[in-house]
T-cell receptor
Framework: AQRVTQPEKLLSVFKGAPVELKCNYS??????LFWYVQYSRQRLQLLLR??SRESIKGFTADLNKGETSFHLKKPFAQEEDSAMYYC???????????FGSGTRLLVRP | DVKVTQSSRYLVKRTGEKVFLECVQD?????MFWYRQDPGLGLRLIYF???????EKGDIPEGYSVSREKKERFSLILESASTNQTSMYLC???????????FGPGTRLTVT
């Protein structure tokens, strides 16, 4: 069965430090993976998808099929990156998504 | 700009009441979703609709039902609210063959 695991509930870093939010998945086949973000008092929104291989707000995520991971990285965290981050992958062959339990990133000044 | 609106930001209901949560999207999306968002549990899918009058159960449909009579509107119904249904409820929509979901602001429901 498909599953998404985000092992950290809270990640606290200082401004300017590197950030890595972990996401591991189980999925039969080649999945599409996504990161969604929810800033304080804002709606949940798509941050990036692995298939586009782009950097959004300085964040990147590489799909590692060997380790079944899709970690979200940023070399220098900013205070405005503080938010709740969710990793997601497709639920079976439909267009529904399974979300991880989320990681709260706190970037301290 | 895609707009997904939810009828209430905060709602307080008593145990046993029937509760309606409404969601409206203005982008002609085929897919609509209802989720619960709970700390430590992430987002869990309650129900999904891929067309008018069509619905599929998600991971946690017990105690909930849905209605989609018009393409733009998707309602979540709690037939008899219970305290364990106290949660943040998020509605989302997407195009038929897209994984990019657009979320509403959420309704924080408290059942006392």
């Amino acid at each position: 069965a498909q599953r998404v695991t985000q092992p950290e509930k809270l990640l606290s870093v200082f401004k300017g430090a590197p950030v890595e939010l972990k996401c591991n998945y189980s999925y039969s086949g080649s999945p599409e993976l996504f990161w969604y973000v929810q800033y304080s008092r804002q709606r949940l929104q798509l941050l990036l998808r692995h298939i586009s291989r782009e950097s959004i707000k300085g964040f990147t995520a590489d799909l590692n099929k060997g380790e079944t991971s899709f970690h979200l990285k940023k070399p220098f965290a900013q205070e405005e990156d503080s938010a709740m981050y969710y990793c997601a992958l497709p639920m079976d062959s439909s267009y529904k998504l399974i979300f991880g339990s989320g990681t709260r990133l706190l970037v301290r000044p | 700009d895609v707009k997904v609106t939810q009828s209430s930001r905060y709602l307080v209901k008593r145990t046993g009441e029937k509760v309606f949560l409404e969601c409206v999207q203005d982008m002609d999306h085929e897919n609509m979703f209802w989720y619960r968002q709970d700390p430590g549990l992430g987002l869990r899918l309650i129900y999904f609709s891929y067309d008018v009058k069509m619905k599929e159960k998600g991971d946690i449909p017990e105690g909930y039902s849905v209605s989609r009579e018009k393409k733009e509107r998707f309602s979540l119904i709690l037939e008899s609210a219970s305290t364990n249904q106290t949660s943040m409820y998020l509605c989302a929509s997407s195009f038929q063959f897209s994984y990019e979901q657009y979320f509403g602001p959420g309704t924080r429901l408290t059942v006392t």
